[in-house]
């Protein structure tokens, strides 16, 4: 139980395009999903935590124009990268976290690369 | 604020080898503790956790003991395999609260 799923896998878009990514809860109901970015060879970097039906709240130094999230559904929640440039090029990961519990699930991840 | 510390890598050992990698943390209260494991081009994998101070988690042979006094939360594993291979994660949270994560140390195991 308790799986997360991504959707792409892997994107490339060209410059100045939106790219919308998809995390999903597949067998629970997460009302609260976060989103994470990583750079090569590097750790995790919490981008946003988005609760069900309301604002996401954005990490300081994460743009919120640029990096729209929406958690429409308690299974669903969506990052929009707007404008996407070579600099946003990297590996995003989400996870989604049960009611009243502090383990997270981690999604297997999303690669876009902006040419 | 609350973090976490990892034993700088990468780390290469020989198949059958003795497995440390050093997690320390600073945190506020009791958190919970957690390795991860994350294969090249995945997700990341719960490996193991542990909620209270003497707590031990284990899983697929790999151990590590919640330990409140030395705020550590080292992994260990008696004799690794070159499926081993992968970047390991050490994490906390307090409940509810957002996970904090280590720097990673990627783990080599040559046959």
């Known amino acids: 139980g308790a799986v997360v799923s991504q959707h792409p896998s892997w994107v490339i878009c060209k410059s100045g395009t939106s790219v919308k990514i998809e995390c999903r809860s597949l067998?629970?109901?997460?009302?609260?999903m976060f989103w994470y970015r990583q750079f090569p060879k590097q750790s995790l970097m919490l981008m946003a935590t988005s609760n069900e039906g309301s604002k996401a709240t954005y990490e300081q130094g994460v743009e919120k124009d640029k990096f729209l999230i929406n958690h429409a559904s308690l299974t669903l929640s969506t990052l929009t990268v707007t404008s996407a440039h070579p600099e946003d090029s990297s590996f995003y990961i989400c996870?989604?976290?049960?009611?009243?519990?502090?383990?997270?699930?981690f999604g297997p991840g999303t690669r876009l690369t902006v040419t | 604020g609350d973090s976490v510390t990892q034993m700088e890598g990468p780390v290469t050992l020989s198949e059958e080898a003795f497995l440390t990698i050093n997690c320390t943390y600073t945190a506020t209260g009791y958190p919970s503790l957690f390795w991860y494991v994350q294969y090249p081009g995945e997700g990341l994998q719960l490996l193991l956790k542990?909620?209270?101070?003497?707590d031990k988690g284990s899983n697929k042979g790999f151990e590590a003991t919640y330990r409140k006094e030395t705020t550590s939360f080292h992994l260990e594993k008696g004799s690794v395999q070159v499926s081993d291979s992968a970047v390991y994660f050490c994490?906390?949270?307090?409940?509810?609260?957002?996970?904090?994560f280590g720097a990673g140390t990627r783990l080599t195991v040559k046959p």
């Open positions: 996870s989604a976290r049960l009611e009243s519990s502090y383990e997270q699930y």
């Open positions: 542990a909620t209270k101070a003497d």
């Open positions: 067998d629970f109901q997460a009302t609260t």
């Open positions: 994490a906390l949270t307090h409940q509810l609260d957002d996970m904090r």
